[in-house]
């Protein structure tokens, strides 16, 4: 009996079929939150999204300082007393400014990140054409000759740097013994 109920499709058969759609639904939002996490991180995304609040607080700073202006022209000629309530037109402007900043951020990082990519593109190896499949040459492959030229000139800046950053530790090690001791004696 319990196996023609699941046969029919009885009420033992439609959980099996829940668990698809709701591991479907568990993707789904996996993806999204991961798309989410990576706009958050994405400079032009994120400015992109600050512009309609840096336009709003644009707005409210206009609106606030016309009214601190019509307020206090009235107290000049003696219309209004100065006991009314106004707006704070610094703290506006504050949020503005902060806007500014976030935004000025934003292209400073997309900035960097657009610079580091055409370095990237630039000090990275393409590929190079093997003799095993010859057919599957690509347009932005390098000469092996090409290949080499560039992994010397890496390893030496790589030795460069390497020389540097020994110079400037025996520097700073140099700095923390006492003037009467020489270096090798602690």
């Known amino acids: 009996m319990a196996s023609q109920q699941q046969q029919a499709g009885g009420p033992m058969a439609q959980p099996g079929l829940q668990q698809p759609a709701s591991l479907q639904q568990q993707q789904q939002q996996q993806q999204q939150q991961q798309l989410s996490q990576q706009q958050d991180f994405d400079p032009v995304h994120r400015f992109k999204m600050l512009i309609p609040q840096l336009k709003e607080s644009l707005q409210n700073v206009m609106k606030i300082a016309s009214l601190n202006l019509a307020h206090n022209t009235s107290i000049d000629n003696g219309i209004k007393s100065s006991d009314a309530s106004v707006q704070r037109f610094d703290k ?6 902060a806007l500014c900043d976030q935004l000025e951020l934003c292209l400073r990082l997309a900035y960097e990140c657009l ?11 393409n590929l190079v054409p093997t003799a095993t499949k010859p057919d ?3 347009t932005e492959s390098m000469s092996y000759a090409q290949y080499l030229g560039m992994i010397k000139s890496q390893i030496s800046c790589a030795k460069d740097i390497h020389n540097a950053l ?4 025996k520097k700073i090690a140099g700095k923390g013994q006492p003037q009467g001791q020489p270096q090798g004696m602690k």
Request: charged share 20%; net charge negative.
């Open 136 to 138: 599957t040459v690509q």
């Open 92 to 97: 506006s402007l504050e949020e503005f400014y």
């Open 115 to 125: 610079s580091q990519s055409i370095d990237s593109a630039k000090h990275s190896p």
């Open 166 to 169: 020994l110079e400037c530790s």
